[in-house]
């Protein structure tokens, strides 16, 4: 969703809310690992360790804005400042970093009745559109993560609203997935079982997964778009996110091993840094 700063919002009408918000730092936020860990909406990119490697590799400081009702957190918004020349912009999720998503997490969005959700997305909204004005930012960016489906309340307050997904699929439920494939994918599918396989990871396996995307960039005159010791950082701060204590590794096929900065050969790989159900490759 984004909100450029611009004339001719000024018509808009005030949603009224008794609702107070503030921002602070993500070593102030002391609940946010729970919060995290427990909302629904809530996707690898929330992880404070993922934010802490953003902050430690671009030295930004990534902000929560914070929204109570009382003293309880109604909503939190993980994001950063930064500036398009003299524009001020709030980001969420920051730029070049390959985050696909972040936007607010909502405490037990799963089990808030309609009205309730209302209410803390207008005062979400609400909350936002303060923020910019008393940092006098000109422009707002936020990407949701797909199960955040309602962008009335930002659209009432002067967003737009854009869709950027086609279809949702869980991969939680194996039977559920297979249920949802067409006949003629799944014999595809198993057509093609043995190709790919799934082991735990290794650190060797981290640096020809780099090295091949740096390949791959360099391949097309391009440079990689990620900053220097990015990966690096986030294979540190992850590396025991997989249910063995290991990120995973996809190999695929049975054909040469690309050369890791060794030059030993090595398998073909995505590395899954978060979980077994995401694949980055």
Not at 16 to 23: I, Q, V
Not at 119 to 126: K, T, V
Not at 233 to 250: F, S, T, V
Request: hydrophobic residues 35%.
């Amino acid at each position: 969703m984004d909100r450029p700063g611009r004339r001719g919002h000024e018509g808009l009408v005030e949603m009224t809310t008794d609702c107070s918000f503030r921002e602070e730092t993500l070593e102030d936020g002391s609940d946010y690992p729970e919060l995290a860990s427990q909302s629904p909406l809530a996707t690898a990119f929330h992880r404070p360790e993922w934010l802490a490697a953003v902050q430690d590799i671009t030295g930004e400081s990534v902000r929560l804005l914070r929204v109570l009702q009382g003293r309880e957190t109604t909503a939190i918004l993980p994001h950063v400042h930064g500036r398009w020349g003299p524009i001020r912009i709030l980001l969420s999720p920051p730029s070049g970093l390959g985050m696909q998503y972040l936007g607010p997490l909502i405490p037990e969005w799963g089990d808030l009745k309609q009205d309730k959700r209302e209410a803390r997305l207008n005062a979400l909204a609400e909350a936002v559109r303060n923020h910019m004005r008393e940092g006098r930012i000109r422009f707002c960016r936020i990407r949701c993560a797909p199960g955040l489906e309602d962008a009335r309340a930002f659209q009432w307050s002067g967003f737009e609203a854009i869709p950027r997904y086609t279809y949702r699929l869980s991969v939680g439920d194996e039977n559920a997935v297979w249920e949802g494939v067409k006949k003629t994918v799944r014999s595809d599918i198993r057509r093609h079982e043995g190709v790919l396989t799934v082991v735990p990871a290794d650190a060797r396996d981290w640096v020809a997964f780099e090295d091949g995307l740096d390949a791959r960039y360099s391949e097309q005159g391009l440079r990689a778009p990620l900053p220097e010791g990015y990966l690096a950082r986030l294979r540190e701060a992850l590396g025991g996110a997989g249910p063995d204590g290991r990120p995973n590794r996809l190999m695929a096929g049975n054909g040469p091993r690309p050369s890791g900065r060794s030059g030993e050969r090595r398998p073909r790989v995505g590395v899954d840094p978060v979980c077994p159900g995401a694949r980055l490759l």
